[in-house]
Nanobody
């Protein structure tokens, strides 16, 4: 079965950190660019960060630049999103998804999706 599985979400205080993981099973992750997206209640899904197949290209939403870092370990078939200096407005369900290339890091460019992991930033 081909699937992506996100993990690492949780409840964190403002200013805290989390590292999300996106693990692939049933296929080779290095064959794809990977994007992280998020969706808050009542809002549209938005691109957070995307990375090319071998990590040479990364993209970030303006709202997370300087705070979030995307990386990948193709040997472990996993992509990570290190999130530092978290803010309440980062609260959302975070998803990872695949695409042939990073593109503009927008949801419609990405095909296979994971089930999401909840991130809540609150004191």
């Amino acid at each position: 079965q081909l699937q992506l599985v996100e993990s690492g979400g949780g409840l964190v205080q403002p200013g805290g950190s989390l590292r999300l993981s996106c693990a692939a099973s049933g296929f080779i992750l290095r064959d794809y660019a990977i994007g992280w997206f998020r969706q808050a209640p009542g809002k549209e899904r938005e691109g957070v960060s995307c990375i090319s197949r071998f990590g040479g290209t990364t993209k970030y939403a303006d709202s997370v630049k300087g705070r979030f870092t995307i990386s990948r370990d193709n040997a472990k078939n996993t992509v990570y999103l290190q999130m530092n200096s978290l803010k309440p407005e980062d609260t959302a369900v975070y998803y990872c998804a695949t695409a042939p290339v990073p593109g503009s890091c927008t949801p419609h460019e990405y095909g296979k999706w994971g089930q999401g992991t909840q991130v809540t930033v609150s004191s």
